[in-house]
């Protein structure tokens, strides 16, 4: 998705986890991802609404530009590209097994969404 806002406000949204819950229907934040941005290598949790946390790896991350995580099966790789009119923005998730498979598909739904809304919260800042 392309939007008009900076990839600085775009990226610090996607990669400071106290930020998580401005823009996420579903997520609230971490534990152990990283400070104030994630980390390559850290293991720690996902923060959901409901108060739950889930088990979470940063696998990679080239700062200001991409990170992905695992958590369960579900790998998601969340990119921003400076464009001369904004930024670029996608979250793709994949996943592996014939169970993760087919939930990354599923999760290709929301990730509209939060693409959206990623890109709106970031014009606004």
Do not use: C, F
């Not at 949790?45 to 990170?67: E, F, M, N, T, Y």
């Not at 930024?87 to 939930?103: K, V």
């Amino acid at each position: 998705m392309e939007t008009e806002a900076p990839a600085a406000a775009v990226w610090s949204l996607l990669a400071e986890p106290a930020r998580w819950g401005e823009w996420s229907p579903y997520v609230r934040g971490a534990e152990g991802l990283g400070e104030p941005e994630i980390e390559a290598g850290a293991r720690g949790k996902v923060i959901l609404l409901a108060g739950a946390r889930l088990d979470a790896q940063i696998l990679d991350v080239v700062p200001g530009r991409s990170w992905t995580w695992q958590v369960g099966g579900l790998r998601v790789r969340h990119e921003v590209e400076p464009t001369p009119a904004g930024t670029r923005l996608s979250i793709t998730p994949t996943g592996a097994g014939p169970l993760w498979g087919p939930a990354a598909l599923i999760y290709r739904l929301p990730t509209a969404l939060i693409e959206r809304n990623v890109a709106r919260v970031a014009k606004r800042a």
